[in-house]
């Protein structure tokens, strides 16, 4: 069993940035493809970016390429995302996810095996 528990949400004015961190309970931390989601009110929700076990690969939803960025630490269980440039649109509940396997199409293709309770970003315009 796997827990995820998110931070480093909060307000923020259009432009600016916020990094969000997501840290794991469990030894087979480094084993896993991590990644983020979205959830915006009254939308489903969306894929935002995947990591690979190693960190050597990532994958960004459309909407939030070349402004986001994702990194893990494995000796610290932890995933990070940096937001840049956010807009109003960004605004969502952001969900940290562990895959099933140390491959990102785990994450980006349903294959998500662990949720975090999520975490609140609010960009005002």
């Known amino acids: 069993q796997v827990q995820l528990v998110e931070s480093g949400g909060g307000s923020v004015q259009a432009g600016g940035s916020l990094r969000l961190s997501c840290t794991a309970s469990?030894?087979?931390?480094?084993?896993?493809?991590m990644g983020w989601f979205r959830q915006a009110p009254g939308k489903e929700r969306e894929f935002a970016a995947a990591?690979?076990?190693?960190?050597?690969?990532?994958a960004y939803g459309d909407s939030v390429k070349g402004r986001f960025a994702i990194s893990r630490d494995n000796a610290k269980n932890t995933v990070y995302l940096e937001m840049n440039s956010l807009k109003a649109e960004d605004t969502a509940v952001y969900y940290c996810?562990?895959?099933?396997?140390?491959?990102?199409?785990?994450?980006?293709?349903?294959?998500?095996?662990?949720w975090g309770k999520g975490t609140l970003v609010t960009v005002s315009s």
């Open positions: 996810a562990a895959g099933s396997s140390p491959f990102i199409a785990t994450i980006s293709e349903g294959g998500v095996r662990y």
């Open positions: 469990g030894r087979a931390f480094s084993s896993y493809a």
């Open positions: 990591i690979s076990w190693r960190g050597g690969n990532q």
